[in-house]
DNA sequence: ACAAAAGTGTTAGAGCTACACCCATGC
DNA sequence: GCATGGGTGTAGCTCTAACACTTTTGT
């Protein structure tokens, strides 16, 4: 009993602060990767764009509250998103001590198009052309960058950008926005095609090019395996990519 | 002004929570890879060791704070310590709601044995026979160990774990101790050294084998290197170890 | 002399890179 | 019929993986 009032002593004398968690919300339309952006208007700088973002609450989890708040600003249930890092330098919030904890998320730029048309506060950008943004968040984009290249590079996550059916072009393109560059395209599809997640329908894209292109679908195993166990799917995407994660 | 006072509101709203931060401090004592661990006394358990933690202060950065409090428990300074995930389960800490920032460090195991031994409260367990755990502590080491073998694959990040010459045969002990698991030593040294960030000395460690292993040390170039950009060192551990990360 | 650990080279196979031409269709 | 983008195969090279014997020296 001495020492169960010590201790909850020493939790009453910390310092307690905010929590938030942001998200970056990827999205890809097909040329270039995009962010996807808030004006909330409730803040300092009334000119500035914001991440999705938004407080954790008493009784939820750190996931369950990135959720929520994705699941709140866009109506997108069951997305890809996944922890970041957190930041928490004294400053980085002018108004009161707030640690962010930070989340990115893939979404199919198509899918949600329905849904932002309802609420019109959030708004694509190019990752190219961001806007002013609140406090650091323009650092967490960075960081999310990275990440996603990273990940990229050793599991097929870039799918979740794309429609359910996609040609392998429109995935050679996403692949070449994730990472600014260009790939041989006779190289890319043997080593996609090599790790025999897809399958390929029958139907061609019509319409885009003359010829039209073959459409293609994640295999029903594999996205089992990527839901239980992520970590399972053996992807040597890595070996394409590995000099542009080197000098990048 | 409307706006400043509505968004002042929604700042005191908010649940405020404790933030900590713990690290996982890894060793190598020559065979197996090892954690750090402390009997804080002060806890609800008085029986369960616990990761090396404390509370975020008002004036610090998430990384100050890993910093400090590492230092104030082992007395090292300028300990490798990267973040690496963060916790917040409502029910992690049944004393108050604590989301806990979680750093990896890696220390060389004889660098720390004077200062170990001026304050007993820190004692070194192998990672295989880890006494019972502090709150949701084993699930902090079996994320950190995950995100070693990540970044050992990429970055000769190793080499923090070892004394400043160390052989290859200590070399190869520690990366298989990583990913548990054996290599061949003519293959592993060919790669090691096609890295060409070691430099050969002349002088042989003695005592342990008869025939005395040549001591080599990490060159003063690569060392700059990693520590003004650690990304630009191009390391190509990978390929020997990919199919080990995949499996694991 | 013998036991124990250190050191060293070669070969076959897999994967990566670079490269060029024909195909299908809309206009 | 021609312009546009889609689709396919091959050869050289590099890296990896598998494998065994000699060297040194402490006992």
């Not at 922890?83 to 893939?106: C, H, K, W």
């Not at 002013?132 to 960075?142: G, M, R, T």
């Not at 995407?237 to 590995?242: A, K, M, P, S």
């Amino acid at each position: 009993m001495e020492n169960h009032g010590q201790m909850l002593e020493q939790y009453k004398q910390q310092t307690k602060c905010l929590v938030a968690l942001d998200s970056i919300i990827f999205g890809f339309d097909g040329e270039k990767l995009q962010c996807l952006l808030v004006k909330r208007g409730i803040q300092t700088d009334q000119e500035s764009w914001s991440l999705m973002g938004g407080w954790l609450r008493p009784d939820e989890s750190l996931d369950q509250a990135a959720n929520r708040i994705v699941v709140e600003l866009t109506g997108l249930n069951h997305v890809f998103l996944e922890q970041l890092y957190s930041f928490g330098n004294p400053m980085r919030d002018p108004i009161e001590r707030t640690v962010s904890i930070t989340y990115y998320a893939l979404i199919n730029v198509h899918a949600y198009e329905e849904e932002r048309n309802k609420n019109f506060i959030a708004k694509w950008f190019d990752l190219n052309e961001l806007p002013p943004l609140l406090f650091d968040h323009h650092q967490f984009i960075q960081t999310a960058i990275q990440a996603l290249r990273q990940k990229a590079a050793f599991y097929p996550v870039g799918f979740e950008l794309l429609p359910e059916k996609f040609t392998l072009p429109q995935l050679q393109a996403l692949y070449e926005a994730i990472y600014m560059t260009t790939f041989d395209k006779r190289n890319f599809s043997r080593k996609i095609l090599s790790l025999d997640i897809l399958e390929k329908l029958e139907e061609k894209q019509r319409g885009f090019s003359k010829k039209g292109a073959y459409l293609y679908r994640v295999k029903e195993e594999a996205k089992k395996e990527s839901a239980n166990d992520f970590h399972s799917i053996v992807s040597n995407v890595d070996g394409l990519f590995r000099q542009k994660l080197i000098t990048s």
